[in-house]
Structure formats: C-alpha cells, structure tokens
C-alpha cells in the first residue's frame, strides 16, 4: 500500500499487509495526518483487511513509519517494536536535548525551535502511549506460511529493525536499504557513530540470500548487494567531500552542511526549508564524527560551541 507523504521529498511509504491464516500482519503505516489516513482506509478496504485482527511490525521511530499505528491498532492488536527506539519515544526531554544539540553545532538559535516545531517527527506522531511488543534478533514472527526473523540493522536509527524470510528470500527493509534514494544518517548524540553502524549493517546484509527487496519507499527491488556496494560508495563520496570541505578551515556541523551537495529543488542553502535543513545538519555530523572516529577529523569547545578541523 502506497500511503502520500504531503510536502515531503519522500513522496510516499510503503506499507505492507500480509494475510495469514485468520490474521494479517501490517508493516509501517505511514503519518499520523488526515492525508495518510484516508488512503490507508481505502487500500484496507480494497484489501479487505480486518483491523481487529491486525498485528504491527513498525521498523523503527519514525513518524512516516511509526505516526499512523495509534490511529489503527486495536485492543486485539500486538505492536512489535524495537526497545533502542522505544527509548527514544518515551523520554520527555528528547525535543529539549534536540534544540541544545543543534545549538552546539552551529544551528542558528533564530531558526532551531521552528525547524523543530515544523519537524514531521513532531508534528505527525503516534498518539499516546502505546503497549509495545518488543523484539529483538533473532526472535521470529509467524504469519500464514511465512516465518519472519528479526535482523537488527542500526544506523538509520538506533534501533532499525528488518524482517527476512528465509524460505522465501523476502527481505523487509525498512529504511535500512532504498533502491532510488539514500537513507538519511543522522548523528543526535555525541555517544553514537551511527554511519559506522550503518556501514556494519550494510555488510550483514550483504550476507543473506535475498530474492526481492521491500523496502519503506520507492519501489521493491532486486540485486541487493549491488545496491549495498552503491551505498556504501555514496557515504565514501560524502565523507571525502566532507573532509574536503574542513580544507577551508574549523566549522560547524551547520556550516559544513551549508556546502555539501544536496539532492534538493533548492538553488542555495539559504532557500532549503528549516526541517531539510536540520536533517541536512544531522547528516553532514554523522560524517564528521565517522571521520572523527577515524582520527581524520578533530573536535574543539569554543564557548559551548563543537568546531571540526582536519588533523
């Protein structure tokens, strides 16, 4: 099921709905806004889809993913999630640690609370608390003839989560592997190196017999590892571009990322919208802290402010 994405460069999610014997299992929902709703309703009942008999398996935190579960689950329902993300949805300062990290790295203080406040992640989330099932590797989901086991893929987010069936060679991907466009890998916490994991998840996968590839968004394809190799040299590329970048001298995550090639219909960085700007600013850190980690790159505290420069 093809659920809109109004206003975003993702254009759609996938959403997937599986029919077992006197069940269904649904993978990611889409945002919860009226827009995702109401083509959800229609693809169900086109399906004939069963809420009351409908489990979830949401791949990771997002809204795009995660935001419409609220909206459909049912008493009856499972939702079976990953327990890193869950952290993440459920602490109370997750916004507020948000706006003093992006302070620290050069987002302007002018802009930082309305790029989150028009954040998606804020503005179209699941509602409430939800009773969450969680998984982890290994564990395995039965539905009809199909035996999905759970593979922990990081780096998108802390706790991405894949379905993969063996038998079969299906391999539900989440965001961990899009055909036409690349997952966006954001570092948010000065602990993590989650290109690193990324990278590591990539060569996991690589290793699995897969036929055909569902991903969240775009279309499904084959060929996995080619697309793994394509990724992988696409983070290549972005990090030499962002070492590059320091040859000017020590910046900011946000000065970095206001030079950086971006697949945007935006002539300078001065016309991005604030939201692809955060994300732009998240993405470029990912980097700088992978080269980082690699002893290419060092980071100074300059009055509560991070620089980076080359070694």
């Known amino acids: ?182 997952p966006n890998i954001s570092l948010w916490s000065d602990n993590l190196d989650p290109l690193q994991q990324y990278l590591q998840s990539l060569d996991k996968i690589d290793a699995y017999d897969i036929e055909l590839v569902l991903p969240g968004h775009r279309r499904p394809f084959e060929h996995h590892r080619r697309r793994i190799a394509e990724l992988k040299k696409h983070h290549e590329v972005r990090t030499e571009e962002v070492f590059t970048i320091l040859q000017k001298g020590r910046q900011t995550a946000y000065g970095v990322a206001s030079q950086m090639t971006w697949d945007i219909d935006c002539e300078m960085w001065e016309d991005f919208p604030l939201p692809q700007k955060w994300f732009a600013s998240g993405e470029a850190l990912a980097h700088l802290r992978y080269l980082e980690g690699r002893g290419r790159v060092r980071r100074e505290l300059q009055e509560g402010k991070a620089f980076f420069s080359q070694v």
């Open 1 to 182: 099921m093809e659920i809109p994405l109004p206003a975003s460069p993702l254009k759609a999610i996938n959403s997937y709905a599986i029919k077992g014997e006197g069940r269904f299992l649904m993978i990611d929902t889409g945002m919860n806004r009226k827009e995702c709703m109401e083509a959800m309703q229609s693809s169900l009942r086109e399906l004939k889809v069963d809420l009351q008999r409908t489990d979830f398996f949401i791949t990771h935190l997002h809204a795009d993913h995660f935001g419409l579960v609220s909206e459909l689950a049912r008493d009856s329902s499972k939702v079976y999630f990953n327990e890193p993300d869950a952290q993440v949805l459920r602490d109370a300062n997750h916004w507020e640690k948000l706006v003093a990290f992006g302070l620290a790295h050069g987002f302007p203080e002018s802009d930082l609370k309305a790029a989150l406040m028009k954040h998606p992640g804020r503005r179209y989330h699941a509602r409430g608390p939800l009773d969450l099932c969680f998984l982890k590797e290994g564990d395995r989901i039965q539905i009809g003839e199909y035996a999905f086991l759970c593979v922990q893929t990081p780096g998108h987010t802390q706790g991405h989560m894949c379905l993969y069936e063996p038998k079969a060679k299906i391999f539900f991907s989440g965001d961990h592997i899009l055909d036409t466009i690349t």
